[in-house]
């Protein structure tokens, strides 16, 4: 079977093709490839951009199945975190800072918001705060 060519689609999700270029020895086109790989990373983005369902996915895409089928491979693979930790390093290098982070920050107001919502809710219908009502 030969390896269809690359159909561009006009979304703001898709990728610029210097974008692709950095990314794309992560997702090399095998001898028995359907789709095209950008057009699968294109349709994976396209869904997390606009949070849809995968069946609604346009029909300029490949099929919602192939795109599920590719995402769920490259997730279970690691292949996804693989990717973006090159593109945090990249981007960081190019800002000229080190290639990983140093530390980490948690800001503590955070953390003491999440503890009060599990001892109080918030009642929609009364607008304001009660004990217990989640």
Not at 7 to 27: G, H, M, R, V
Not at 74 to 92: F, N, P
Not at 129 to 134: A, D, R, S, T
Request: glycine letters at 6%.
């Amino acid at each position: 079977m030969e390896n269809k060519e690359f159909n561009p689609t006009n979304y703001p999700s898709d990728l610029t093709d210097t974008q692709w270029e950095k990314i794309a020895e992560y997702f090399p086109q095998g001898p028995n490839s359907t789709h095209h790989k950008r057009s699968l990373v294109n349709a994976v983005l396209y869904l997390v951009n606009n949070g849809c369902k995968w069946r609604a996915l346009p029909h300029d895409f490949p099929p919602y199945s192939t795109v599920h089928s590719f995402y769920r491979r490259a997730r279970r693979s690691g292949l996804w975190e693989k990717v973006l930790d090159a593109v945090v390093q990249k981007t960081r290098l190019a800002a000229e800072r080190d290639a990983t982070p140093s530390y980490g920050i948690i800001d503590s107001q955070s953390v003491k918001t999440v503890y009060a919502s599990e001892e109080h809710g918030i009642d929609g219908g009364k607008k304001r705060k009660g004990e217990n009502v989640i």
